[in-house]
Each structure stands twice: as C-alpha cells, then as structure tokens.
C-alpha cells in the first residue's frame, strides 16, 4: 500500500504547518490507494480476516452468535419456573417480582452514583513537549456518507500538534460510498482505505480492515464530526510511556452543540455524567471498562493480540473493553477532550440509542456466556461491575417504565385487591422516587459544574429524558431478535444546517 503524505527531512512539525510549508493545497490530490502492489490477494486476506479474525481467533468473544443453546435453555427453564410459581403462588410471586424489579432499578443507580463521586476528581495530564522519542501514531477515522462533515474533519485532524513524519492517518470509506470517496481524495491529504463490500457492514468491520495496514505501534480512532484537542495525541503517548501497564486510554468525550435544543442538552447531560464521573471512578477501581465509541488510544500490538474489534457487536467499543479486561489488560482515562456533536433530532437519536441498547445487549450475552470463566477471568468484583453498570444499565431502562405504570395503576384501582396494591404502590413508589432521584441528583451535579440555576432546573427534566432510552431498549430487544447486525448510523452536520 502507498503510504500517507510523506515528507523527508521535516522534523516535529504539525501537518498543517507542513503542508503550508510546502505549499501542497488539500485539494491536491496527495491521497493513496488501497489497491496492493500484488492487486486483489492482500485486500482479499485482509477483508475476510476483518470479518473473521475474532469468530477464529477467539470465538468464545464473537457476538456472531446471538445466543448460546446453553443460554437459550437457561432463560427457558428461568421463564418456566417463573411461570409454575405463579400458578401455584401468584400473589406472592407477584410481590417478590415488584419488589425483585424495584430492587435491580435502584441499585444499578445507586452504583452509579457511587461510582460518580469516586470519579469526581481526575488526574492532570501533562502534554508531551518533546518530538524525539514519540512513536508513530495511526489515526483511524471510519467514514459512511460524511461527504458534508469532511471538511471540519480534514481541519481537526491538520490541527493535531504531532510531527507530520509520526503520523498515519486512515480515512476508511466504504467502497460502493463513492461520494465520500471522492470527497476524501478532493479534499484531504490523506491516506484513503477502501473497504471492500461485505457483511456485516458495521463500523468495527471497517477499523478491523485499516488496522491490518497500520504502521504506528500507537492507533487512536476518531468519529467523522470528532474534534479531539491538538495536543491529545502527545498526551496520550507520554501516558503509555508513564504507565506501561495500560494496554488503552480513553480520551473524555463532550458535546459542542449543547444549544441546539432540549435532546442535544440531554445528550450533553449524559456525556457529562459518562466520562466525567461514571467512567473515571471504574478507572479509579482498576475494574473492567466499557469504551466510548471514539478516542480510544490503544498499544497496536496489544489491540490486535486481543482480537481487535468485534465486527458483529453494534457497540464494539463496550465490548472491547470488556475483553481487554478479560484478557488481563488495563484500560485507564486520559486527561483530553474530545468535542463531537451529538443528535438534534429524535429520529436520530433514537436510532442511535436503539443501536447503543442492542450493543449493551450483545456484550452482556457474549460475557456470560460461560460465567465459571468469566468469574476465573474478572474475579467477583470484576463480574459484579459488569452486572451492575452494563447490566444495571439495561436493566432500569427496561423496567423504569413498567414501574412507572405498576405505580400508577395501584393508585388508582385500590378497589381490585386494596392490601395488594397498596404494596404495589409503596415499592414501585419508593423505587420511583430513590431511582430518578439518583438520576436527578447526578444530572444537577453534572450540571451544578457551570454554576448557574438555569442549567440545574434544565437537570430536573433528566427523567423524562430516560424514559425515551427506556422505549429505545424495547426497540433494540426487538432488534435482538428479529436483526441483531442490524447497524443504524447516526448521520452527522445537522448542528451546521
């Protein structure tokens, strides 16, 4: 493969220096191809080993199996015997299923919160000022019909303050998405990867496919609407060289176009509470960590013995975190942000949590699939963290709102079994309360950060936000069932219309 833009003898300087410097325009052409010195063998290899490479390697972590037999009899014989006490005490069982409901809901956010004040304060990063010594750097950025987003990405990416000569970056197209194609090789003076059709199409299949031509012993990997802070590269790798125990850092991530109404404010809201809080106190636990889906740092040699991306898992970020835990490799937070925007309007949004829920989903059933292994693998506490914060997570969004109607109708037809709802009432009404008001209470101390009642009265509204992810876990149940591949991109650059 051709290499990016090269330039010898240039030392340490910025790639938009560079190619001012020499004069190149970014419409210039200075793009590589993807087609092998060999022609079709090495793209073949590489696009089957991009679909493949994990069902191969370690099938035990594919998600291209949706659920296991053993899984299935499980869940029937759970379902079945559910369905036998209830014959035989449907009262009792009622009582225990409420109150089992209530349980889960408020101690997946009770642990949240937990984990968001031990997550509260974050380490200082200090940038990297020398040029000797760094590693090369790969830079992936999957694209799919970003033709409008492109140019601010070409921008954000020539702002890094990286030497040019250090960095690889890989702006990976679809190859029937001709027109982001063209768009890139116009615009960009970068390499452009070709992803040959296959399926599934996701976006892990297509930075498994880039990763195998990657020349950096660092890779990074960035959304098309990213805006990461120019130094995070060199923080990154004076991180890894301050703590070479860690095989991956996670950059925060942080929504630009929070103003653009209520949904992207939420949004915003959520972001907040992730990386500021939720993520940093996993890190604080050394416990297993779900990535966020942009701004991972990885060693290269590291991610790829791990297996790389799992194709078939919609969240593929969540997933390999968990897997690196697995397989004994530390995850940690890095001290940068990473700006991007987040959905303005609900079809979006939906979509996106739909595909964020199913993904949760597809990581549970693959870890769990074999609990003596993964409880060999994590420890109790490891696994108890995957319960509670992935598990907690898909968990209240799926039964907040049958809570919310048990409560509801137990106030209003106390004349059925006036002893029986009652009790409905009080322990769907006490989880109803103590849930969203840990929701509540994180959201105000994410927003209480910019000191103004406004944004903390906004915060108060954060219920109502949950239960549209609440209907968004019931679509991707269905999903799961019906299209579990199924990939639902979020479009990006409505912010800009």
Not at 115 to 126: F, H
Request: charged letters at 20%; a positive charge; proline letters at 6%.
């Amino acid at each position: 493969m051709v290499g990016i833009l090269r330039r010898p003898g240039v030392v340490g300087v910025p790639l938009r220096a560079l190619v001012a410097r020499q004069g190149l325009p970014l419409a210039d052409g200075l793009v590589a191809s993807t087609a092998d010195d060999g022609g079709r063998p090495k793209r073949a290899h590489a696009s089957q080993n991009a679909v493949s490479g994990l069902l191969n390697a370690k099938p035990q972590f594919s998600a291209s199996r949706v659920i296991t037999p053993r899984q299935k009899v499980c869940f029937a014989a759970v379902g079945a015997a559910i369905a036998c006490l209830f014959m035989v005490w449907p009262r009792i069982m009622a009582q225990v299923l409420v109150a089992g409901m209530s349980f889960g809901f408020v101690a997946g956010l009770a642990f949240r919160a937990a984990l968001a004040w031990l997550g509260r304060r974050a380490e200082r990063a200090v940038v990297e000022p020398r040029d000797e010594g760094l590693p090369i750097y790969t830079v992936l950025v999957p694209l799919f019909h970003e033709k409008a987003v492109l140019p601010q990405l070409v921008d954000s990416l020539l702002a890094l303050d990286y030497p040019a000569e250090k960095l690889d970056v890989k702006l990976i197209v679809e190859e029937d998405d001709d027109e982001t194609r063209i768009a890139a090789e116009r615009l960009s003076p970068f390499e452009t990867v070709v992803v040959p059709r296959s399926r599934p199409r996701t976006k892990p299949k297509a930075c498994n496919f880039a990763l195998q031509f990657a020349r950096g012993s660092r890779v990074v990997v960035y959304d098309a609407e990213d805006h990461p802070e120019p130094d995070q590269l060199r923080k990154a790798a004076k991180a890894f060289r301050k703590d070479p125990g860690v095989t991956c850092f996670q950059a925060r991530l942080a929504i630009d176009n929070a103003a653009s109404g209520w949904l992207a404010r939420m949004f915003a809201l959520d972001y907040g509470i992730w990386f500021r809080t939720l993520l940093p106190g996993l890190a604080s636990l050394h416990a297993p960590m779900p990535l966020g889906g942009t701004s991972n740092h990885f060693r290269t040699s590291d991610l790829m013995k791990a297996g790389a991306w799992d194709p078939f898992n919609v969240t593929e970020d969540a997933d390999l975190g968990i897997r690196l835990a697995r397989l004994d490799r530390r995850v940690s937070m890095l001290d940068s942000t990473t700006f991007e925007e987040a959905p303005c309007r609900f079809g979006p949004w939906f979509r996106q949590r739909t595909r964020w829920m199913k993904g949760y989903m597809q990581t549970l059933l693959v870890h769990t699939r074999d609990p003596g292994e993964l409880a060999r693998n994590l420890g109790f506490g490891g696994c108890a963290v995957i319960e509670m914060f992935l598990g907690g997570a898909v968990w209240s969004a799926l039964v907040n709102p049958i809570l919310w109607t048990i409560f509801v109708v137990s106030c209003l037809a106390r004349s059925v079994d006036p002893a029986l709802l009652d009790f409905f009432a009080r322990i769907s009404g006490l989880a109803f309360v103590a849930g969203n008001g840990l929701l509540v209470a994180l959201s105000i101390a994410q927003e209480g950060r910019l000191r103004r009642l406004g944004s903390v009265l906004f915060a108060l509204t954060y219920p109502v936000y949950w239960l549209l992810v609440s209907a968004a876990a019931y679509r991707a149940l269905w999903q799961l069932w019906h299209d579990p591949f199924r990939w639902e991109k979020t479009p990006h650059g409505d912010a800009a219309l």
